[in-house]
């Protein structure tokens, strides 16, 4: 569906989850592929994947050192980029009242859901026009940058501070020819946050009416969405949210219960998830 000849792609947090189907997906369409990956078993695995074509960086995305030394790799092996995918996001287990977060946690929440980005995107922008016109950046926000979360406020708002990034980044690098678009996750099941291991048993038997399309989603799912605003079939779309979510923010807290019968109602122990 998607041609990537000729092209390369940096996929942050590639080794796993989302940022490896993302990766595979961009090398199944002919691109040559970077990864940063900071767990080193994950980076050895996804380069065994990619083979010699791909290039994998173990590093954290939060360190400015690693980050600059990716961009020298990158220039030195392929001498320019063509697509950015800031994929990093992470809530750190940090589910808990903000008045309850520490000032290291906070820190460390922004760093790793909206610093981070800033700095890759920075470091990664010459190389970027260095390709011209066509050059494509997508990030990961989560449907939590759009509806309140309870117990989640700082890593909420950076999700919702990448919407502000990237549309306005994208009016600045419109004359460039190189497009900005973000994509809003609901919940996907990955080793990050392992769904069906979360799901209590007395629960379980909701998930079909928990989202519109009764399921959660797929690391495939998400990799789509990146591809089709990476490429030319894109090309006149920037500074946007496609919101990848079954239709859960659209529900906005409706759904239905076991009779099929629309509700607004709470239905479920808890909130449904092991926190």
Partial sequence: M????????LVTGGGAGIGRATAEAFAAAGARVVIVERDPDRAADAQAAL?????????????????????RQVEARFGGLDVLVNNV??????????????????AR????????????????????????RGGSIVSVSSIEGFRGIPNCVVYAACKAGLVGFTKSLALELAADGIRVNLIAPETTDTPQVPVSAMISAENARHMPSWIPLGRFGTPMDMANGILFLASDKAAWITGTTLHIDGGALAASGWYRD??????????????????
């Fill in 89 to 106: 996001g992470d809530f750190l287990n940090l589910a808990k009242p903000f008045a309850r977060q520490t000032a290291d946690e906070i």
């Fill in 109 to 132: 929440l922004t760093a790793t859901n909206l610093g981070q980005v800033f700095g890759v995107t920075h470091a990664m922008l010459p190389l970027l026009k260095r390709r011209g």
């Fill in 2 to 9: 998607f041609e990537f000849r000729d092209k390369v792609a």
């Fill in 51 to 71: 083979g010699t074509q791909g290039l994998v960086i173990t590093g954290d995305v939060t360190d400015a050192a690693v980050v600059q030394d990716a961009a």
């Fill in 258 to 275: 076991d009779r099929g019968v629309w509700t607004n109602m709470p239905i479920i122990a808890g909130n449904g998830l092991g926190f």
